[in-house]
């Protein structure tokens, strides 16, 4: 896949998440998997993006119009379906080690409200005639939750892979990271704010983002995963 278009669909993962989201789930049409039981993690995939994209579409002219409510709706979304805090602690972490509870939320709210700052317009242009097809479902090592692996369908090129990982919290499936092709937003954002947290505390960093002395950046290069 062409690197812009990696780019443009790792940008709409994270300013979805969907940061719960990706282009899959918050832009794409909804293909089943032939057994997905009600409670499974590839359920929670399928009918959120069923949800989002709805919404999208029927306001999308409210949305162009009012940005403010545009990101209202995709904070909602993102406080729904994202483990911010888990994924944050996953995002600094070397640097997350003893660090409080309150300073793990700082920097995962100042991290979310950045992305979306940046990207969540994008999500109104972004092509909405997109297919997502779940291809499976398995547990990830530890018991740390599950790997949903799916597949975005294109009309003008290849299949691209897009997995989710989900763990439960509080009895409800929760995503704390999403790789396209393979490409993790949680290793592209420990690299980035790697350095950043070497020279300056968390609270530091996260005053940072909050000023736009910081930007988060989805130009992803290929990593390992989480």
Not at 28 to 42: F, G
Not at 154 to 181: A, C, H, N, T
């Amino acid at each position: 896949m062409k690197l812009s278009l990696k780019r443009s669909l790792l940008s709409a993962v994270l300013a979805s998440a969907l940061l719960a989201a990706a282009p899959a789930v918050v832009l794409a049409q909804a293909v089943a998997p032939a057994q997905a039981a009600p409670s499974s993690a590839s359920q929670v995939v399928l009918t959120s993006s069923t949800r989002i994209l709805t919404t999208l579409e029927k306001r999308r002219a409210e949305f162009k119009a009012n940005p403010a409510t545009l990101r209202q709706y995709v904070t909602s979304e993102f406080n729904t379906l994202f483990d911010r805090d888990y994924s944050a602690r996953l995002v600094l972490g070397l640097h997350g080690r003893g660090a409080s509870d309150a300073d793990i939320k700082l920097f995962a709210d100042a991290l979310g409200d950045n992305l979306m700052s940046r990207y969540g317009q994008s999500l109104l242009d972004f092509n909405s005639q997109l297919k997502v097809r779940v291809k499976s479902e398995s547990a990830l090592p530890g018991g740390r939750g599950v790997k949903v692996g799916t597949e975005m369908l294109r009309s003008d090129g290849d299949p691209i892979p897009v997995d989710y990982l989900l763990r439960q919290v509080g009895g409800q499936w929760k995503v704390f990271d999403v790789m396209v092709e393979g490409v993790s937003f949680v290793q592209t954002f420990r690299n980035q704010f790697d350095a950043p947290l070497r020279q300056k505390s968390i609270p530091q960093v996260a005053a940072d983002l909050r000023a736009g002395r910081m930007q988060v950046n989805g130009d992803a290069s290929r990593g390992s995963g989480n």
